[in-house]
């Protein structure tokens, strides 16, 4: 299938802002304001919707406003790109009164973001052909501990396509701070490997629901050589050998030339006696014919790549923690 990627941000470009699944709570409206001062910094003009500075019931607003929101910047020509502030739960509400079809003709515009944007993020990009991208979301923009995600989304809104990524050093958890951890991205098998392919991919825990319906379809995508990459935020490792498992019994995982596993940010194992993360995995893809790739710079455990749905990528992974991520829009 055909891709088709937005123009290069310039300076005066508008930028939508809309949270079409969770809001940002009043106390965290200043966060969100130097999120918006990066950009305005940076010389766009920011515009927010209606759905953003409120949160209830997990949402920013009723599914039928977030949907007229996002329609309207999605067909809006005067937007240039569409930043969420962060994911949530609900978007996939909304996935019924968009209409991918008529978006396929129109030129496409970044929307970018990680977690539940996947759920307008992906179908996107499969069903209308928009290169989309997944990597930082806005409300990280003003972390300076970010800023080695950031600088990748900018860049890649800036001039087209995401630069090559190296896997960064360290990573770290939420609940642990102040602590750094070594990084451990890594064949399953072990030892060295490159994988090569368009990407796609997302949220583990939200593509999951989209399994057999047109918004999660890989068919017309692995015409071509393409890498599968996923990321999981609250599955259990027994969740995630089930969401696997059932992608691979689906035939979503067949034809693949890789496939890329995130950091998962879900509790482990409590105890020596129930599955870990890592073991869930192995149960759920051992044996598929092509390299995969775990412990990945991608999702919820911080820091991230930016990668472009519908790229060209190509994935070196040395060992040691050490992996390069290069991407171009033609093969």
């Not at 496409?108 to 290169?131: C, E, H, I, N």
């Not at 050093?169 to 750094?180: D, I, M, R, S, V």
């Amino acid at each position: 299938m055909q891709i088709r990627f937005p123009p290069a941000l310039k300076p005066g470009d508008a930028i939508a802002v809309t949270a079409f699944s969770s809001g940002v709570h009043p106390q965290l409206h200043g966060q969100l304001d130097q999120a918006l001062a990066v950009l305005r910094a940076r010389g766009y003009r920011v515009i927010e919707g209606q759905c953003l500075r409120e949160e209830k019931y997990d949402a920013s607003a009723p599914a039928a406003a977030r949907l007229a929101e996002l329609r309207r910047f999605l067909f809006d020509p005067e937007i240039h790109a569409i930043l969420p502030p962060w994911g949530g739960e609900r978007a996939i509400e909304l996935l019924l009164g968009l209409d991918f079809a008529a978006l396929a003709a129109l030129p496409p515009k970044w929307l970018a973001g990680f977690s539940d944007v996947s759920t307008v993020m992906t179908p996107l990009a499969l069903l209308s052909g928009w290169g989309t991208l997944h990597g930082p979301n806005l409300m990280d923009l003003p972390l300076k501990e970010r800023a080695f995600g950031n600088e990748a989304l900018l860049a890649a809104m800036e001039t087209g396509a995401p630069p090559a990524q190296e896997s960064h050093p360290q990573y770290w958890k939420w609940n642990e701070p102040g602590k750094t951890f070594a990084n451990r991205v890594r064949l399953l098998d072990g030892g060295a490997g490159k994988m090569a392919g368009r990407l796609i991919g997302g949220c583990l825990d939200v593509l999951v629901s989209l399994q057999g319906s047109p918004y999660f379809d890989l068919t017309a995508f692995k015409r071509e050589p393409a890498i599968l990459y996923l990321e999981n935020v609250e599955l259990a490792p027994c969740a995630v050998l089930r969401a696997l498992a059932g992608l691979r019994l689906s035939g979503m995982l067949d034809g693949l030339s890789g496939l890329i596993l995130g950091r998962s940010s879900a509790q482990d194992a409590a105890d020596g006696q129930a599955l870990r993360y890592e073991d869930a995995v192995r149960a759920a893809l051992d044996g598929l014919p092509y390299p995969v790739a775990i412990d990945a710079d991608i999702g919820h455990v911080p820091p991230q790549w930016t990668l472009l749905n519908g790229a060209w990528a190509v994935l070196e992974v040395f060992g040691e923690g050490r992996a390069r991520l290069s991407q171009r829009l033609a093969k």
